[in-house]
């Protein structure tokens, strides 16, 4: 199957997705008061990996309980220093379902927080996010993706993941519940 046919199946699955209505009850609370936080990344470039470490480090100081899941294309070696739960390109089908465990837990899970930490579009995370029982998702903001989170942070030339991660530490901080 062709990477265009595939791609254009999960996007079609996902605006249908996007549509339905999902059982989470969406809505900001006080960062200070977030107990449970999702980490959905997706970090391409070698460097960057400890800031996802500090990241990770930061929150776990601050007393939150973390679940973190990933995507791999190939399952070497781990750059990162903490537990997290993937899946791979065997997991999704032909007809872009993705059919593993460690996904469904993840999107099960009822979140204070999501983050979703990449700087390029994926579309196996966007059916995440729209199925996604957390109450916040926030990342990067990518056109005709406004349905998919309840905090978009743009990026400008240049910046990358570090940036991303600052941003959506800083934004989230200062959320407060009316």
Do not use: W
């Amino acid at each position: 199957m062709s990477s265009k046919i595939s791609d254009y199946v999960f996007n079609l699955r996902n605006r249908f997705s996007s549509k339905e209505k999902s059982d989470a009850e969406r809505a900001t609370s006080n960062y200070q008061e977030a107990k449970s936080i999702g980490i959905l990344f997706k970090i391409e470039d070698d460097e960057k990996h400890d800031s996802l470490n500090n990241f990770v480090k930061k929150l776990q100081n601050e007393g939150k309980e973390l679940m973190l899941l990933t995507y791999f294309e190939r399952l070497d070696n781990s750059p990162y220093n903490f537990k997290y739960d993937f899946f791979s390109k065997k997991d999704i089908t032909t007809l872009g379902k993705i059919k593993s465990r460690a996904v469904q837990k993840f999107i099960d899970t009822p979140f204070d927080y999501l983050y979703c930490i990449t700087v390029n579009h994926f579309l196996p995370f966007d059916t995440i996010l729209t199925k996604s029982n957390a109450k916040c998702r926030i990342g990067r903001y990518f056109p005709e993706q406004e349905d998919f989170y309840e905090l978009m942070l743009d990026l400008q030339e240049g910046e990358g993941v570090d940036h991303l991660i600052e941003q959506m530490l800083h934004y989230t901080k200062k959320l407060t519940k009316n």
